[in-house]
């Protein structure tokens, strides 16, 4: 079946440094994958739409200078958060759906991410 | 806007036993896909079931299975004989139009089976 794989799979950084996530989809193109931001014993709150060629789509509060996406390939979208604080710590998982049509949103394994 | 609500916040069964996890949805969307997620504590979101709102039959995946009653804007997940590997939080969500675009999830129903 179709994977996303998600990477790293866990990251400490200093607060003030800035992370990298990376999400693939490694038998299909994605023309569209989405960020989740999940905090501790909470459900998943989507923070962008990441989009091949184009500029991202964030949600409403979500500081897009903050939380860079990138979608330079139909394979690969990145996740940038910014100058990292101890409140940026969360869960953060990708998804990538397989056309414009499909029944299965297909998850990374996510990323937790803890600043210090 | 959509909206999904998952009033048990914590489920307790034996080892064996059915056991229904709750969800109602709200939208103006005619056309909607509704989905059911299982997350261990390892985090990884595991795909169970999908609906689609047009779909005519309830779905069913194995032990899995949707209870889907349109009027009452309601998507139940029903586990059949229950195995300790079901102990996990779960997750109902749902998309615009039939298909997996940005989901809404809702908050979450925490199960666990008891020996």
């Known amino acids: 079946g179709a994977v996303v794989s998600q990477h790293p799979s866990r990251v400490i950084c200093k607060s003030g440094t800035s992370v990298k996530i990376e999400c693939r989809s490694l038998?299909?193109?994605?023309?569209?994958m989405f960020w989740y931001r999940q905090f501790p014993k909470q459900s998943l709150m989507l923070m962008a739409t990441?989009?091949?060629?184009?500029?991202?789509?964030?949600e409403q509060g979500v500081e897009k200078d903050k939380f860079l996406i990138n979608h330079a390939s139909l394979t690969l979208s990145t996740l940038t958060v910014t100058s990292a604080h101890p409140e940026d710590s969360s869960f953060y998982i990708c998804s990538a759906a397989r056309g414009q049509i499909n029944t299965e949103a297909f998850f990374g394994q996510g990323t937790r991410l803890t600043v210090v | 806007a959509q909206k999904i609500t998952q009033t048990q916040p914590g489920m307790f069964v034996q080892e064996k036993e059915a056991v229904t996890l709750d969800c109602t949805y709200d939208t103006s969307d005619p056309s909607y896909g509704l989905f059911w997620y299982k997350q261990p504590s390892s985090g990884e979101m595991i795909f169970l079931i999908y609906?689609?709102?047009?779909?005519?039959q309830n779905a069913t995946e194995g032990r899995y299975s949707l209870n889907f009653q349109k009027a009452r804007k309601s998507a139940n997940l029903v586990i059949s004989a229950s195995q300790l590997g079901d102990s996990a939080m779960y997750f109902c969500a749902m998309s615009s139009i039939q298909g997996a675009q940005k989901l809404v999830f809702g908050q979450g129903t925490r199960l666990t089976i008891n020996p």
């Open positions: 990441s989009n091949e060629g184009s500029k991202a789509t964030y």
């Open positions: 609906q689609g709102s047009y779909d005519q």
């Open positions: 038998d299909f193109q994605a023309t569209t």
